[in-house]
C-alpha cells in the first residue's frame, strides 16, 4: 500500500514556475513508476508526464515537453513536478500517481495509486 500526498499547487501568472510536490509513504517507493496527471474543469485527466523506478528515464506529454520537468529522490520517497512558462490552459489539479506495470505507463489504469490532487491556476 502507497498513499500519496501533493502539495505545491497555488495561482501563478502566465509565465511563471510552480513546483509540486509529492510525499509518498509506506515501503518499496523506488519499485514504482511515478507519474503525474491533470484534470481541468469539464475535461478527462490527462496524463502529463512519468519517471521510471530508477529516475533514469522520463516521458512527456507533447503539450508539456520542453516546459516541465519531472524527477525523483528514492531516498526521501518523494516525486517532483517543475513547472515553467506556465500557461492558463495548464490550469487544473494535478495528481500523482504509482505505476506497477512495465514501462512506458501512460494511462491511467496503468497506475494503481493516486493522490488527492492540488490545484494549480495560471492567470492571463
Known amino acids: 500500500q502507497v498513499q500519496l500526498v501533493e502539495s505545491g499547487g497555488g495561482l501563478v501568472q502566465a509565465g511563471g514556475s510552480l513546483r509540486l510536490s509529492c510525499a509518498a509513504s509506506?515501503?518499496?517507493?523506488?519499485?514504482?513508476?511515478m507519474g503525474w496527471f491533470r484534470q481541468a474543469p469539464g475535461k478527462e485527466r490527462e496524463f502529463v508526464t512519468t519517471?521510471?523506478?530508477?529516475?533514469?528515464?522520463?516521458y512527456y506529454a507533447d503539450s508539456v515537453k520542453g516546459r516541465f520537468t519531472i524527477s525523483r529522490d528514492n531516498a526521501k520517497n518523494t516525486v517532483a513536478l517543475q513547472m515553467n512558462s506556465l500557461k492558463p490552459e495548464d490550469t487544473a489539479v494535478y495528481y500523482c500517481?504509482?505505476?506497477?506495470?512495465?514501462?512506458?505507463?501512460?494511462?491511467?489504469?496503468?497506475?494503481?495509486?493516486w493522490g488527492q490532487g492540488t490545484q494549480v491556476t495560471v492567470s492571463s
Open positions: 500517481a504509482a505505476a506497477t506495470t512495465v514501462w512506458l505507463p501512460r494511462t491511467e489504469n496503468n497506475y494503481v495509486y
Open positions: 509506506g515501503r518499496s517507493f523506488s519499485t514504482y513508476h
Open positions: 519517471i521510471n523506478k530508477s529516475g533514469s528515464s522520463t
